[in-house]
């Protein structure tokens, strides 16, 4: 049976989740940053759900894995992100690992569901 919607699959919905909170948290962020790793935070984390989206509704095999990948790579832009603000001191290690975990959760969810529809 075919989902009705992407809304539905638990990728996007962590993906969503994740999205809000990047956005909440780097409102703390310094101000001098707005341009610089909020702008490529914020980029990256909508990245994400956006693209899961696209791909779906694209209804084309070949092109909702393309656009699953590059929500995968979205992923890995902004788990370099995370790292670089907790390392300059903009996230605490608390904020870090909470966001890491719901990172490494999201792109397991999205290499699953690639692998599956690359299967004949």
């Keep these: 049976m075919k989902m009705q919607s992407y809304r539905e699959l638990i990728a996007y919905q962590k993906a969503y989740q ?3 909170d990047i956005y909440k948290t780097t409102r703390k962020f310094p101000k001098e ?3 610089g790793i909020v702008s490529q935070m914020r980029r990256s984390a909508v990245s994400v759900p956006c693209n899961i989206a696209e791909g779906y509704c694209r209804n084309h095999r070949k092109e909702y894995v393309q656009f699953l990948n590059i929500s995968f790579g979205s992923c890995g832009e902004l788990e370099t992100l995370l790292s670089l603000s907790k390392d300059l001191g903009y996230l605490d290690q608390d904020g870090f690992e909470i966001f890491d975990k719901q990172l490494k959760d999201i792109s397991r969810l999205l290499w699953k ?3 599956s529809l690359k299967a004949p």
């Design 18 to 20: 994740l999205t809000l």
């Design 33 to 35: 940053e707005l341009f």
């Design 113 to 115: 569901l690639i692998v």
